[in-house]
């Protein structure tokens, strides 16, 4: 009798549970993300000052077509696929190095799997303000490199330096997270296909280019495509050094996608030029974002 | 293992090491440093702890404000994921319904969307709302994250089904089968789900940076930014407020890291 009254019950029903349990989440994103994204692509139509929203008028695609014509803007995208195109290979590498080196059952390999991860978890302005810091002009560290043959220089402040300084803060601090991710990886890996080769007679470089890079293919796949998508995205770390000029200083020299739509839109109140610049952003990013959805296991 | 590889390892390890720990131990060291100290070695007796009693106690900084407005910033916003997220990731998970997959679009579709793209709407939302300047501001948006949706919802599916009927022949309706079975046995993912939203927001700068302008509403990382743009030359009262924002979420991750772990490889990325 008491299963029959529960069947009756609305909380019993999978549709009326359903929607209940999703309605939070609903209303806030409707209204929190939905909306928004509709105005954001309004708005890159419109002309629009932040402080006088109400007076938009429509100027069809004029916002695109400026943005593609400010020199600013096409040095903003260079930097981005310059951060990209150097960053992504390099702290690939290193997370799979890193990965590898802490993979091996030998004792210490906890301590050193903690110590790699912890950058990640930091926050990206903490970890610039003490980078800043080393690479000054008279510390130890920026002397020691110019003997190594690098100009000796502040570099956060110096036009050729800064956009390196930038990637190796990025590079630095992400290695930890792409480490985690390829170490799932190997831990995936049939260990009797190592055993089989060395039966075989194969040495490291050979396990290494035929076992791990092959069973690895999905993982790299993985963590390049998030890595792109993730270094397109970057702007902390070029908000810490923009100490008192304009975001992306000196002189432009670490602009971003990210950071130019933020200081025309936000910065200089042209909520219209810089919607159209966050849109092209998203475009790009999505791309690379078709490429990796093939792989994350869709709901 | 050949005693030369086993050098070679530890060779690597410890090269890298090398490089992940000095900015830090640089961090740490310099925060208990006297100013005239900076840059140089000094005997174990000359370290203190002014800089901290400093930051924390003189009027020249909030820091403190700061602090308490990234604990509060952070509790509100991990609170509202775990309870809105696993509600969401029930129903999509464990529920048959009309719509259902609709919303699960909605969720992996957001997560392909870069939040910048709406980042000014929301500032402009929140600026006719008089928002801004507010804990409202920092939070409500942000309340749910379809990410953390989704790593729920990879967790829930993996529960069996036999123990939902089960508990429902026991008397419990769906909905009581999700307080009293699903989230018991769902801790694992929770505290990923924790960690991971729980750094997040603790690092977070530029929706905060946006969302606030004046310096009592600062949380600890816009604080920080502010302090070094200001300070910058006082070295080691920065570097004693890099230790202060970065030591919480460490300790945070020592205690939790099995999960951390747990909650990226969950998250249905391993190949």
């Known amino acids: 009798m008491k299963i029959n009254r529960f069947n009756k019950s609305l909380l019993n029903t999978d549709w009326f549970t359903g929607w209940l349990f999703l309605s939070p989440f609903l209303l806030l994103w409707v209204y929190w993300f939905f909306f928004p994204l509709l105005q954001s692509v309004g708005r890159s139509f419109q002309s629009v000052d932040l402080l006088k929203i109400d007076q938009a008028t429509f100027n069809g695609i004029t916002n695109y077509i400026n943005v593609f014509k400010n020199p600013e803007f096409l040095q903003a995208l260079k930097n981005s696929f310059l951060i990209v195109a150097i960053a992504v290979p390099v702290q690939t590498v290193l997370a799979l190095v890193s990965a590898m080196a802490v993979n091996v059952p030998l004792p210490g390999r906890v301590v050193f799997r903690t110590l790699f991860s912890i950058p990640y978890i930091t926050s990206p302005i903490a970890v610039t303000t003490v980078f800043m810091v080393l690479f000054r002009k008279g510390n130890v ?92 995205q970057i702007f902390d770390e070029v908000a810490a050094i923009s100490r008192y000029g304009a975001l992306g200083s000196p002189a432009g020299t670490t602009s971003t996608l990210v950071t130019y739509f933020y200081q025309y839109g936000i910065r200089y109140r042209d909520i219209g030029h810089g919607s159209a610049a966050v849109i092209i952003f998203f475009f790009i990013i999505l791309a690379f974002t078709a490429i990796q959805k093939r792989i994350v296991k869709p709901l | 293992m050949k005693p030369l590889k086993i050098i070679r390892i530890y060779l690597v390890l410890f090269v890298l090491g090398l490089l992940f720990a ?45 602090y308490t407005n990234s604990i509060i910033m952070t509790a509100i916003i991990v609170t509202g994921n775990v309870v809105i997220n696993s509600m ?18 909605i969720v992996v ?163």
């Open chain 2, 88 to 105: 969401a990731a029930f129903a999509l998970a464990k529920l048959k319904f009309k719509g259902q997959k609709v919303v699960s679009f």
């Open chain 1, 141 to 232: 560290l920026v002397t020691l490199l110019s003997k190594l043959g690098f100009p000796d220089k502040t570099w956060y402040a110096d036009i050729h330096l800064a956009l390196p300084f930038i990637m190796l803060v990025y590079i630095w601090r992400n290695i930890g997270f792409y480490m985690i991710i390829y170490l799932a990886g190997l831990q995936d890996i049939p260990k009797e296909l190592y055993e089989a080769a060395t039966v075989d007679g194969a040495d490291e470089l050979a396990k290494f280019r035929h076992i791990t890079v092959p069973m690895l293919k999905n993982v790299t796949f993985f963590v390049v495509t998030l890595g792109i998508i993730s270094a397109f």
């Open chain 2, 109 to 271: 579709a957001t997560l392909m969307i870069p939040y910048y793209i709406i980042l000014m709407p929301v500032y402009i939302k929140m600026a006719q709302l008089g928002w801004l300047n507010t804990f409202r501001a920092l939070t409500v948006p942000y309340l749910t994250q379809c990410i953390y949706i989704f790593l729920l919802r990879q967790f829930f599916v993996t529960i069996p089904e036999e123990l939902l009927d089960a508990s429902r022949i026991d008397g419990l309706s769906k909905a009581g089968s999700f307080f009293y079975i699903i989230v018991p046995l769902s801790k694992p993912a929770f505290i990923s789900m924790i960690i991971l939203n729980f750094t997040g927001t603790w690092n977070s700068y530029i929706i905060p940076s946006t969302m606030t302008s004046k310096q009592d509403m600062y949380v600890l990382v816009v604080g920080l930014n502010s302090l070094k743009d200001q300070f910058f030359e006082r070295t080691n009262i920065v570097m004693t407020g890099v230790v202060i924002t970065t030591i919480s979420v460490v300790i945070l991750f020592l205690f939790l890291q099995k999960y951390y772990v747990q909650g990226l490889s969950q998250s249905g990325i391993k190949g």
């Open chain 2, 22 to 66: 000095l900015p830090f131990c640089y961090a740490i060291y310099t925060s208990l440093l006297q100013m005239k100290d900076v840059d140089k070695i000094v005997k174990l007796s000359q370290l203190t702890l002014e800089n901290y009693i400093h930051l924390f106690s003189s009027k020249e900084y909030a820091l403190r404000r700061w």
